[in-house]
């Protein structure tokens, strides 16, 4: 059985739908915590697939979590030997500068449910054509030289980039599951007093988006997961 390890920030942003495709692909899954549980350089290095979730802090925060340094170092040496890596929020906007890229202060928060503007060329993004998705981030990402956005919304014009077929970055939040939603309203309670969400209303759209999301979230990392190449760990 291949192993994945999934890099968390907050325990509630987990794989969510994606754990479901991951299972039936073969993968056997490990949570580890970014500061109080890091990955050696061996594993950053083994492991057949790599996931890096959301959270709370930015790369701007290295200062006072000093371990996103090393999770920075990791993922840079990961991406160099061209492995198998999944970013979601947080997560895509660490492998963005890890390869090179920059990370951006938005305007406003982006905190809700909505399209994706897609390109004719999508690649795995295709499944989410016309589906609205879950978006909580208050940075951008400026994609490193050599990937273009593969989607973007009014505000956030980089939602996902692609490296190969080894590495995927996706700054919405695909993998959301709806029965975590009272979990992430709680735990982020201070960022949405701070940007105003209306709570009502993100409730409504989720039960109205959810089911949809979910499938094609789960097909979207179906896709993803066919198109890595089996490859030998260096």
Same mark, same amino acid.
């Given at each position: 059985?291949?192993?994945?390890?999934?890099?968390?920030?907050?325990?509630?942003?987990?794989?969510?739908?994606?754990?479901?495709?991951?299972?039936?692909a073969?993968?056997?899954?490990?949570?580890?915590?970014?500061?109080a549980?890091?990955?050696?350089?061996?594993?950053?290095?083994?492991?057949?697939?790599?996931?890096?979730?959301?959270?709370?802090?930015?790369?701007?925060?290295?200062?006072?979590?000093?371990?996103?340094?090393?999770?920075?170092?990791?993922?840079?040496?990961?991406? +160099?030997?061209?492995?198998?890596?999944? /970013?979601?929020? =947080?997560? $895509?906007?660490?492998? %963005?500068? #890890?390869?090179? @890229? *920059?990370?951006?202060?938005?305007?406003?928060?982006?905190?809700?449910?909505?399209?994706?503007?897609?390109g004719?060329?999508?690649?795995?993004?295709?499944?989410?054509?016309?589906?609205?998705?879950?978006?909580?981030?208050?940075?951008n990402?400026?994609?490193?030289?050599?990937?273009?956005?593969?989607?973007?919304?009014?505000?956030?014009?980089?939602?996902?980039?692609?490296?190969g077929?080894?590495?995927?970055?996706?700054?919405?939040?695909?993998?959301?599951?709806?029965?975590?939603?009272?979990?992430?309203?709680?735990?982020? +309670?201070?960022?949405?007093?701070?940007? /105003?969400?209306? =709570?009502? $209303?993100?409730?409504? %759209?989720? #039960?109205?988006? @959810? *089911?949809?999301?979910?499938?094609?979230?789960?097909?979207?990392?179906?896709?993803?997961?066919?198109?890595?190449?089996?490859?030998?760990?260096?």
């Open positions: 059985m291949m192993k994945c390890l999934a890099l968390y920030h907050v325990r509630f942003e987990d794989l969510g739908v994606f754990a479901g495709p991951l299972e039936r073969g993968y056997a899954v490990e949570y580890r915590h970014a500061g549980a890091p990955f050696s350089l061996d594993e950053w290095r083994d492991a057949d697939l790599v996931v890096v979730l959301g959270g709370p802090i930015g790369v701007g925060d290295a200062p006072a979590y000093p371990w996103l340094n090393a999770e920075l170092a990791g993922l840079a040496h990961r991406l +160099a030997l061209r492995r198998p890596t999944l /970013g979601i929020c =947080l997560g $895509a906007q660490l492998m %963005a500068v #890890a390869l090179g @890229g *920059r990370i951006v202060r938005r305007h406003a928060m982006e905190i809700g449910w909505s399209r994706l503007d897609l004719a060329d999508a690649g795995p993004l295709d499944a989410l054509r016309g589906i609205p998705v879950l978006h909580w981030h208050g940075d990402i400026v994609p490193p030289d050599g990937s273009a956005s593969l989607a973007a919304t009014d505000g956030t014009p980089c939602q996902a980039f692609a490296v077929s080894h590495a995927l970055a996706l700054q919405c939040h695909v993998e959301f599951a709806a029965a975590a939603l009272e979990e992430w309203l709680a735990g982020h +309670a201070v960022e949405l007093a701070h940007a /105003g969400t209306d =709570l009502h $209303a993100l409730r409504a %759209a989720t #039960a109205r988006h @959810g *089911r949809d999301l979910a499938l094609a979230g789960t097909e979207l990392l179906r896709r993803w997961l066919a198109g890595i190449q089996p490859q030998e760990t260096p």
